[in-house]
């Protein structure tokens, strides 16, 4: 499974920086060579903003696999995207870890 992600940012701020070094973080952690991050300056690039309806940033697209999800706000939560990436374990599995 390739994940592509589209992450949109606005200039050099502390929330852009944390951004992408959280989806960075994830993307070598849990996706390995398995996934493509677009990073996307709305300053210097405001149509692909327009184009893909995002208002606020930072925001991240999920482009592929289907469904497409948009997550705008604070990506500062290493926990929550990857739960709304859908890489978290499962509930089972989590179970049977705190078995062992």
Known sequence: MNVRLKLFVSGQTAR???????????AESRLKDMC?????????????SVESGI??????????????????????DYEEVVSWLGLGEKADEREGKNEE
């Open 36 to 48: 493509t991050i677009e990073i996307v300056d709305i300053r210097e690039n405001s149509e692909a």
């Open 55 to 76: 208002i606020a940033t930072p925001a991240l697209i999920k482009t592929h696999p289907p469904p497409t999800r948009k997550l705008i706000g604070d990506l500062s």
């Open 16 to 26: 852009s920086a944390i951004a992408i070094a959280n989806i960075g973080k994830i």
